[in-house]
């Protein structure tokens, strides 16, 4: 069974960082697409970041560029978004996201994790 567990969201000051985490279990790490989408109060839903296996690239959203970085641990299990720079419209629920197989792309994920709550003071 995948599973994608995701932590690290938080309250804080404009300026300030975070850094999420996705717990990702439950199949290989062979071919697969793995990101965040973030959804802030009354807008739609947005793609931030999706690092594919079959480009090698961690593709970003225009308004996180050079602020928000994805990296994985030497076993792919466990991912992190670094966050600098928050601005207070960073505010949203903080899901994680894969796409498993060989045709897995950016960004048609078909796991989702419960999300987790960022939430910048201005």
């Known amino acids: 069974e995948v599973q994608l567990e995701d932590s690290g969201g938080g309250l804080v000051q404009a300026g300030g960082s975070l850094r999420l985490s996705c717990a990702a279990s439950?199949?290989?790490?062979?071919?697969?697409?793995i990101g965040w989408v973030r959804q802030g109060p009354g807008k739609e839903r947005e793609g931030v970041v999706c690092f594919s296996t079959n480009d090698g690239i961690s593709h970003y959203a225009d308004s996180v560029k050079g602020r928000f970085t994805i990296s994985s641990d030497n076993a792919e299990n466990l991912w992190h978004l670094e966050m600098t720079s928050l601005k207070p419209e960073d505010t949203a629920v903080y899901h994680c996201?894969?796409?498993?197989?060989?045709?897995?792309?950016?960004?048609?994920?078909?796991?989702w994790g419960q999300g987790t709550r960022v939430t910048v003071s201005s």
């Open positions: 439950g199949f290989t790490f062979d071919d697969f697409a």
């Open positions: 996201a894969v796409a498993i197989g060989p045709l897995a792309v950016c960004p048609d994920y078909d796991y």
